[in-house]
């Protein structure tokens, strides 16, 4: 999908017109009688989708009923543009121009995005797939007041294609994508975007003691990983960088505590939170940002196999502390916790993480946004903000130093499992043992995927994460 800008409308373009009121529509591009057939429509009958079929060309125009807050009005334009992707995809249509009338600019702006987004199809394992593929290539924003920046749209670019991306490899099985093939695919994105990237190897990792990675890959035929991709631009706003840390388990069988039933079924998203840190800082380094920032990408899968690590094994971590291990379908937080005490070498001003971690984190907001929490309150306000403007909102837990306490082992430094209420939060204070610097945690284990589709974050890989972290990047800028 490629994105668009035009001081006026081509002829015979297919065209959408998006108005708040019907007073507003153009007269340029309907007839009178279809203008006075829509209010009246409008009025009678609360009618607000139209079309108009012109042989060579379709008008569609799209009534929207405006809220006070604009953080709603956009949110409800990104779903009405992916339901106008659905309309012109069935049609076959390759192209279309976007007209606001009368309303405000970065709402066609928000009617863009919903339609890129909900074109993304996930079809490189169907067989005969180019008629499977989405007609729709092309958007072309109308701007009559020149109000849309070039620079806005290119960012809107960059960040559609990072969020495809990001879907791509949460939806690949481990047959095409284990540790190794992912850090293949994060240093290519690293060639791509100008980033610099290192992958430590296994040797690397076991000479650098990192216990809970190697821990967690004992019981897997593939090697561990380890991803630093860095973007450093001349002359930073930041003097230290921003690191972030993305859970990158390409598969979750649960170890030797094996997952039951179906909940091993999609456990190929279970590295969604590497997804997402790679490619937002990808996106960042496309962009041009002037922010200095790192991703730490540790990767393995978590199998089972007669050398698995096991419930009641003392493991030494990557800062020396010694965890005791209660469940080894709590491993993200294992290899988690190596990235975070290595994060400390960098002296950074800020650590976000991003992990598919607990269960608990999904029962307590269900699929509607990001469970988080962490030390860093101005960083988790603005965090918040930025949930509002992409509609990835945030939902904040306590961490309270009780929460740590639950964490204490009769054996060991620390156990890696808490009781069993507060299971989210626990992770969380686990993790904080390892960071020592400002710090905030994002638990996305209920919007990695989704099994049924939801507008235009579409069906399984959602990417749900990454508008959050980039638009809180360019409003840092």
Same mark, same amino acid.
């Given at each position: 999908?490629?994105? =668009?800008?035009?001081?006026?409308?081509?002829?015979?373009?297919?065209?959408?017109?998006?108005?708040?009121?019907?007073?507003?529509?153009?007269?340029?591009?309907?007839?009178?009688?279809?203008?006075?057939?829509?209010?009246?429509? %409008?009025?009678? =009958?609360?009618?607000?989708?139209?079309?108009?079929?012109?042989?060579?060309?379709?008008?569609?125009?799209?009534?929207?009923?405006?809220?006070?807050?604009?953080?709603?009005?956009?949110?409800?334009?990104?779903?009405?543009?992916?339901?106008?992707?659905?309309?012109?995809?069935?049609?076959?249509?390759?192209?279309?121009?976007?007209?606001?009338?009368?309303?405000?600019?970065?709402?066609?702006?928000?009617?863009?995005?919903?339609?890129?987004?909900?074109?993304?199809?996930?079809?490189?394992?169907?067989?005969?797939?180019?008629?499977?593929?989405?007609?729709?290539?092309?958007?072309?924003?109308?701007?009559?007041?020149?109000?849309?920046?070039?620079?806005?749209?290119?960012?809107?670019?960059?960040?559609?294609?990072?969020?495809?991306?990001?879907?791509?490899?949460?939806?690949?099985?481990?047959?095409?994508?284990? #540790?190794?093939?992912?850090?293949?695919?994060?240093?290519?994105?690293?060639?791509?975007?100008?980033?610099?990237?290192?992958?430590?190897?296994?040797?690397?990792?076991?000479?650098?003691?990192?216990?809970?990675?190697?821990?967690?890959?004992?019981?897997?035929?593939?090697?561990?990983?380890?991803?630093?991709?860095?973007?450093?631009?001349?002359?930073?706003?930041?003097?230290?960088?921003?690191?972030?840390?993305?859970?990158?388990?390409?598969?979750?069988?649960?170890?030797?505590?094996?997952?039951?039933?179906q909940h091993m079924n999609n456990m190929k998203m279970d590295m969604a939170g590497a997804a997402i840190?790679?490619?937002?800082?990808?996106?960042?380094?496309?962009?041009?940002?002037?922010? =200095?920032?790192?991703?730490?990408?540790?990767?393995?899968?978590?199998?089972?196999?007669?050398?698995?690590?096991?419930?009641?094994?003392?493991?030494?971590?990557?800062?020396?502390?010694?965890?005791?291990?209660?469940?080894?379908?709590?491993?993200? !937080?294992?290899?988690?916790?190596?990235?975070?005490?290595? #994060?400390?070498? /960098?002296?950074?001003?800020?650590?976000?993480?991003?992990?598919?971690?607990?269960g608990s984190a999904a029962r307590a907001i269900g699929a509607h946004g990001i469970v988080a929490m962490?030390?860093?309150?101005?960083?988790?306000?603005?965090?918040?903000?930025? @949930?509002?403007?992409?509609?990835? !909102?945030?939902?904040?837990?306590?961490?309270?130093?009780?929460?740590?306490?639950?964490?204490?082992?009769?054996?060991?430094?620390?156990? %890696?499992?808490?009781? #069993?209420?507060?299971?989210?939060?626990?992770?969380?204070?686990?993790?904080? =043992?390892?960071?020592? /610097?400002?710090?905030? %945690?994002?638990?996305?284990?209920?919007?990695?995927?989704?099994?049924?589709?939801?507008?235009? %974050?579409?069906?399984? @890989?959602?990417?749900?994460?990454?508008?959050?972290?980039?638009?809180?990047?360019?409003?840092?800028?």
């Amino acid at each position: 999908m490629k994105l =668009h800008k035009a001081s006026e409308g081509s002829s015979g373009a297919n065209i959408i017109i998006l108005t708040g009121n019907p007073e507003n529509l153009p007269k340029n591009y309907l007839a009178e009688r279809e203008i006075n057939y829509m209010k009246e429509q %409008h009025q009678q =009958h609360k009618l607000r989708n139209f079309e108009f079929n012109y042989l060579d060309n379709i008008v569609m125009v799209r009534i929207i009923e405006l809220k006070d807050e604009f953080y709603q009005d956009a949110e409800k334009l990104r779903k009405e543009g992916k339901n106008a992707a659905v309309f012109l995809n069935n049609r076959k249509i390759e192209s279309a121009e976007i007209f606001p009338a009368g309303i405000e600019e970065y709402l066609g702006i928000a009617f863009a995005e919903g339609m890129a987004l909900s074109n993304y199809q996930f079809l490189r394992y169907k067989n005969d797939n180019e008629n499977k593929l989405n007609t729709l290539q092309k958007l072309t924003l109308i701007d009559n007041h020149n109000k849309i920046g070039e620079k806005d749209l290119a960012q809107l670019q960059i960040l559609i294609e990072a969020v495809y991306r990001a879907r791509d490899w949460i939806n690949e099985p481990l047959s095409h994508l284990n #540790a190794p093939k992912l850090a293949e695919r994060i240093t290519e994105l690293g060639k791509e975007s100008g980033a610099h990237v290192e992958v430590l190897t296994q040797k690397k990792i076991e000479t650098l003691k990192m216990g809970g990675i190697l821990a967690v890959n004992k019981g897997s035929v593939d090697p561990a990983t380890f991803s630093i991709m860095e973007w450093k631009p001349e002359n930073p706003v930041n003097d230290k960088p921003i690191v972030l840390v993305g859970k990158g388990i390409v598969f979750d069988t649960g170890g030797m505590n094996l997952k039951p039933g179906q909940h091993m079924n999609n456990m190929k998203m279970d590295m969604a939170g590497a997804a997402i840190m790679a490619n937002v800082t990808g996106a960042v380094a496309k962009a041009g940002l002037p922010l =200095h920032v790192v991703a730490l990408i540790p990767a393995t899968d978590n199998r089972v196999d007669g050398n698995a690590y096991v419930t009641g094994d003392v493991v030494t971590m990557y800062d020396n502390t010694t965890v005791e291990v209660v469940n080894t379908d709590a491993e993200g !937080r294992m290899i988690m916790a190596d990235a975070l005490a290595y #994060a400390k070498k /960098y002296d950074p001003e800020l650590v976000i993480d991003a992990a598919t971690l607990t269960g608990s984190a999904a029962r307590a907001i269900g699929a509607h946004g990001i469970v988080a929490m962490g030390n860093a309150t101005n960083e988790m306000q603005l965090l918040k903000e930025s @949930g509002y403007n992409v509609y990835e !909102r945030i939902a904040e837990l306590p961490f309270w130093e009780e929460y740590a306490e639950e964490l204490k082992s009769d054996i060991a430094d620390l156990k %890696h499992l808490g009781g #069993a209420e507060g299971g989210a939060i626990h992770a969380g204070k686990f993790l904080e =043992h390892f960071t020592g /610097y400002p710090y905030l %945690h994002l638990d996305i284990a209920g919007v990695a995927f989704t099994e049924k589709e939801k507008s235009y %974050h579409g069906k399984g @890989g959602m990417g749900y994460g990454l508008r959050l972290l980039f638009d809180f990047f360019i409003h840092r800028q």
